[in-house]
C-alpha cells in the first residue's frame, strides 16, 4: 500500500482557484494511477479525476467540465488538482486516492486514500 498526504485546501471565493497536492509514500508511486475524489456534507463520496501512473491518460467527471486539471510528477511522488473558476457546490473535503490498475479502475474502487484536506467556496 501507499500512503497519501494532502495538502492545498482552504477557503476561496467563487470564480477562485486552489491547487491541491498528495505527497505519497511508501510503495513505487510511478506504477499507481492516482485520483482524486470529494465528499460534501450529507452526500456520498464521488469521483473527480485521475491520471495514469505515466500520466499519458486522464479521466475527469463530466462536471469538472473543463475546470479542473489532474497532472502528477513522479520525480516528486505528488499528484495535483489545479482547480479554476471555482463554485459554492465544489465545497467538499477532497481525498487522494491510489491503485494498481487503470484510471477506470482506480475510480470504481481505490486501494489506497489520503485522510482528506477541506475546500470551502464561499459565494
Known amino acids: 500500500q501507499v500512503q497519501l498526504v494532502e495538502s492545498g485546501g482552504g477557503l476561496v471565493q467563487a470564480g477562485g482557484s486552489l491547487r491541491l497536492s498528495c505527497v505519497a509514500s511508501?510503495?513505487?508511486?510511478?506504477?499507481?494511477?492516482m485520483g482524486w475524489f470529494r465528499q460534501a456534507p450529507g452526500k456520498e463520496r464521488e469521483f473527480v479525476a485521475a491520471?495514469?501512473?505515466?500520466?499519458?491518460?486522464?479521466y475527469s467527471a463530466e462536471f469538472v467540465q473543463g475546470r479542473f486539471t489532474i497532472s502528477r510528477d513522479n520525480a516528486k511522488n505528488t499528484v495535483y488538482l489545479q482547480m479554476n473558476s471555482l463554485k459554492p457546490e465544489d465545497t467538499a473535503v477532497y481525498y487522494c486516492?491510489?491503485?494498481?490498475?487503470?484510471?477506470?479502475?482506480?475510480?470504481?474502487?481505490?486501494?489506497?486514500w489520503g485522510q482528506g484536506t477541506q475546500v470551502t467556496v464561499s459565494s
Open positions: 511508501g510503495r513505487t508511486f510511478s506504477s499507481y494511477s
Open positions: 491520471i495514469s501512473w505515466s500520466g499519458s491518460t486522464t
Open positions: 486516492a491510489a491503485g494498481v490498475g487503470s484510471v477506470y479502475v482506480l475510480r470504481r474502487g481505490p486501494e489506497s
